[in-house]
């Protein structure tokens, strides 16, 4: 199997294999420097996103919610972002983007909008601009105008409660939460 890297450091202990730290090069190694290390920190943000979203969704899971299933499919696909790095520079990043934006419209349509959830469009348009790139600048502005449109046509669609999560929880578990990591 040459050629072929692992997508984790292998660590070999009395004969056996594991996979333990993530590889954060892969699929960036045909690029130059400047492109690589932006592809390198969409690999970090996909694996964060992917672990925080599979933590939802184990809680979920044990819960007996059935939204479970619904983010254990949005933490699969966060995990596979570094592998779309074949296709293009901009392929991960921009799948990133989309996938957060997605996600965010839809946890805030689930709780409402008093949950703070659609602070993270904010979050996610920064990281998509940095992950982009400044010279490309339409795709920066569309990124840009995209959130603040999403954030607008949450306001306007979705109610400020949804009655899903009771009011004290969810300012306390939502709101605050979200303002800090926002």
């Given at each position: 199997?040459?050629?072929?890297?692992?997508?984790?450091?292998?660590?070999?202990?009395?004969?056996?294999?594991?996979?333990?730290?993530?590889?954060?090069?892969?699929?960036?190694?045909?690029?130059?420097?400047?492109?690589?290390?932006?592809?390198?920190?969409?690999?970090?943000?996909?694996?964060?996103?992917?672990?925080?979203?599979?933590?939802?969704?184990?809680?979920?899971?044990?819960?007996?919610i059935p939204h479970w299933k619904y983010a254990a499919v949005v933490a699969l696909v966060y995990a596979s972002i570094p592998l779309l790095h074949r296709f293009g520079p901009l392929t991960g990043p921009l799948t990133l983007v989309a996938v957060a934006y997605v996600w965010i419209f839809w946890v805030s349509s689930i709780v409402?909008?008093?949950g703070g959830t659609y602070f993270h469009y904010l979050t996610a348009a920064a990281l998509g601009i940095l992950f982009v790139g400044a010279e490309h600048v339409f795709l920066t502005v569309l990124i840009g105008a995209v959130a603040a449109a999403l954030?607008?046509?949450?306001?306007?669609?979705?109610?400020?409660?949804?009655?899903?999560i009771p009011t004290m929880r969810l300012f306390y578990g939502s709101f605050v939460t979200n303002v800090l990591t926002g």
């Open positions: 199997m040459r050629g072929i890297q692992p997508y984790g450091r292998v660590i070999t202990r009395q004969g056996l294999h594991m996979r333990f730290i993530p590889n954060i090069r892969y699929g960036t190694e045909q690029y130059p420097d400047k492109i690589a290390r932006r592809l390198r920190a969409v690999n970090i943000a996909a694996l964060i996103a992917a672990s925080s979203v599979a933590f939802f969704a184990i809680h979920r899971f044990l819960d007996s409402g909008t008093n954030i607008i046509a949450l306001h306007i669609v979705v109610p400020q409660d949804t009655g899903y």
